[in-house]
């Protein structure tokens, strides 16, 4: 591998707002706000909407994600005029 050309590999952690888990893993994914994980230590928090422990393939639930303000919000942003 060619040095100095590859994002930071580092501890983060993720946490699910749908299901209101958290969990720590690596990844080059980097953000402003921070947690302090179980072992004391402070981590970046990345939130994301789905993960495993939300999805519906994984927990065999339905799962109804709010994408209105999304579709709201690019039809209002490219609306003709």
Do not use: C
């Not at 953000?31 to 422990?53: C, F, H, M, Q, R």
């Not at 065999?60 to 005029?81: H, I, M, P, Q, S």
Request: no cysteine; net charge positive; glycine share 4%.
């Amino acid at each position: 591998m060619k040095k100095d050309i590859h994002p930071d590999y580092k501890p983060v952690v993720f946490y699910d707002t749908s299901s209101e888990t958290k969990f720590m893993t690596q990844s080059t994914m980097t953000s402003g706000e921070t947690i302090e994980w179980e072992d004391g230590n402070t981590y970046p928090l990345i939130k994301v909407e789905v993960s495993s422990a939300s999805h519906p393939f994984y927990t065999g639930k339905k799962l109804f994600v709010d994408t209105a303000g999304r579709v709201e919000k690019f039809n209002k942003r490219y609306k003709k005029k």
